[in-house]
């Protein structure tokens, strides 16, 4: 017999049920209202944080990823896109050359043009090196605030709108609360508007694939997301958790070949696009992505709390192995991390787990691939604060632990007051009236876990105090960064077990109801 169409009236809004489908009409105004307020406050709080220090400020002669930024709008503005790639007299490479695909290059030309518009001397062609004046910096932190707002923050409300949509409901000061803990990630906010780059722009594509894929919309969802990795090849990051959560709808569909191909032309036709300045030639191309791997530098610099680094201080990698012989045991260490996490959802395909496969999958990336960066943390953080409403603590344990990890990076950039304003802001935001049931889940653990807890939470707060007013020991000067990298990757190796484990439940539920389904 076939099921009949019923309409049903819901508190929140108008659902009806059709064809096992449940179409949800939200109360759009109300969400749009609060995500607006609590947008100019996110914006005023990056205009706060924006007023203090950068990377490499006053630091010649080749400063920092402030320069870096700055280098680049008057390279793409000054070279045709052919040699902005091109080691050459007028385009040293050695100095700040770029490294991140054509569509960021694209990004620093649109903001080259738009700096050079009010204050041409800061983009200069050579004579620009090291340009650090007062309008020169006001004009480049509004270019990454404007990017915030144009990319990033749409982006959040189309998640929030579509996630929502397939919810039976959902409390508007949960609602609210969720896109908070997204617009006021400080780790974000800090390493763009403090330390100063644009992963506004690439986490904000990314966040837009992830509601595109919520709404349905595979073939959006794919654009999107390809627009992220060339925009910032860090992106890779959730490559996996994309790939086969497509590929596993696609079998499920009745033609996969037809559903596979039209994502392929999708993926083909939008990186054919963004290329289309350097696919004349193979070595334009290869000249290109020459530059995006950079392995040169070796398995990891500074002290990043990932595998490689940590365990490099018993197994001293870079004198046993050479670096393709490292290249080959990072890659194969990542597919097998990120390996059971695909197979979940090529398995059993469903928004639920996707959102964990992004979070298993960039874990596996800053965990054991090669050639990781404190600020990488911020890509398994992003789908942590997609899940924060239903993985509360989760959250929470991997803020903090992501925040002391770049504690010393942040201590460089003289970035500390703001880094503990945003610290204890979103503390209170954690704990705002109305997260009853999270108190609730905290004291339902234990007094062993709670104390656990505790201790390991005063360990990162006294070592990061010890590590602003003591020196370390003549013999071992990176001994505070080395006790800070050792605690956050055991937290960072601890979350990642829970969560790939909590996607295979995710699994077995899927699993069950598919079966009920056939059944009826």
């Known amino acids: ?19 096992d489908e449940i179409c949800w009409c939200l109360p759009h105004k109300g969400i749009a209202a609060s995500f ?65 695909p054509p569509l960021s290059a694209y990004q620093s030309y649109v903001h080259g043009l738009f700096i050079r518009h009010f204050h041409p001397d800061s983009v200069y062609l050579f ?14 932190r509004w270019s990454v605030l404007f990017s915030d707002v144009l990319v990033f923050f749409p982006a959040v ?26 617009l006021l990630n ?45 925009h910032k090849q860090m992106s890779a990051y959730f490559a996996p958790a994309f790939f086969s959560h497509l590929l596993g709808k696609c079998l499920r569909c009745r033609n996969p070949l037809l559903e596979v191909s039209k994502l392929g032309l999708v993926v083909l036709g939008t990186f054919a696009v963004v290329w ?12 290109v992505f020459a530059r995006l791997a950079p392995f040169e530098r070796g398995i990891f610099e500074d002290y990043v709390a990932n595998f490689w680094c940590t365990t490099s201080v018993i197994i001293k990698w870079k004198k046993l192995l050479t670096t393709q012989s490292l290249k080959f045991l990072s890659f194969s260490a990542t597919v097998s991390a990120c390996l059971p996490s695909m197979l979940q959802q090529l398995r059993a395909p469903s928004n639920q787990s996707f959102l964990y496969g992004l979070l298993n999958s960039s874990f596996s990336f800053y965990l054991f691939s090669f050639q990781v960066h404190e600020k990488s943390i911020l890509l398994p953080l992003l789908p942590a604060s997609l899940l924060a409403l239903e993985e509360p603590l989760l ?58 807890m505790t201790f390991l939470v005063l360990c990162s707060l006294i070592v990061q105090i010890v590590y602003i007013i003591m020196r370390p020991p003549e013999k071992y000067p990176f001994l505070f960064e080395a006790v800070i990298m050792l605690l956050c990757f055991s937290q960072f190796m601890l979350l990642t077990v829970y969560t790939n484990v909590k996607q295979w439940r995710l699994s077995a539920s899927f699993s069950l109801m598919d079966k009920e389904k056939k059944v009826m």
Request: one cysteine or more; a positive charge; aromatic letters at 12%.
């Open 276 to 287: 289309w300045p350097y696919c004349r030639s193979l070595d334009s191309v290869l000249g």
């Open 395 to 452: 959250f929470r344990w991997l803020t903090h632990y992501a925040l002391v990890s770049m504690f010393p990076l942040l201590c460089r950039d003289k970035l500390i007051l703001p880094y503990m304003v945003l610290s204890v802001l979103f503390i209170l935001l954690y704990l705002v009236p109305g997260r009853r049931q999270d108190t609730q889940k905290m004291h339902s653990r234990g007094p062993l876990k709670l104390l656990v």
């Open 1 to 19: 017999m076939e099921r009949r169409r019923e309409k049903k009236l819901m508190k929140n809004g108008d659902a009806y049920e059709q064809d």
């Open 186 to 230: 400080p780790c974000l906010i800090l390493i763009d508007h403090g330390h100063f780059q644009y992963n506004c722009i690439s986490l904000g594509l990314t966040v837009g694939a992830v509601a595109a894929i919520l709404s349905s919309k595979d073939l959006l969802a794919s654009s999107l997301f390809c627009l992220a990795l060339n």
């Open 157 to 182: 409300l189309y998640f929030v709108v579509m996630n929502y949509s397939r919810h039976l409901g959902g409390h508007k000061s949960d609602i609210a609360w969720h896109i908070a803990v997204i």
């Open 127 to 140: 004579t620009s090196r090291g340009h650090e004046s007062y309008l020169g910096k006001f004009l480049m």
């Open 36 to 100: 607006l307020c609590i947008a100019v406050f996110a914006f005023l709080v990056r205009v706060a944080v924006s007023l203090h220090p950068y990377s490499g400020a006053g630091n010649p002669p080749k400063f920092g990823d402030y320069e870096a930024q700055r280098h680049w709008m008057e390279i793409t503005l000054n070279l045709p896109a052919k040699e902005w790639y091109r080691n050459s007299t007028i385009n040293d490479l050695s100095y700040w050359g770029l490294d991140y």
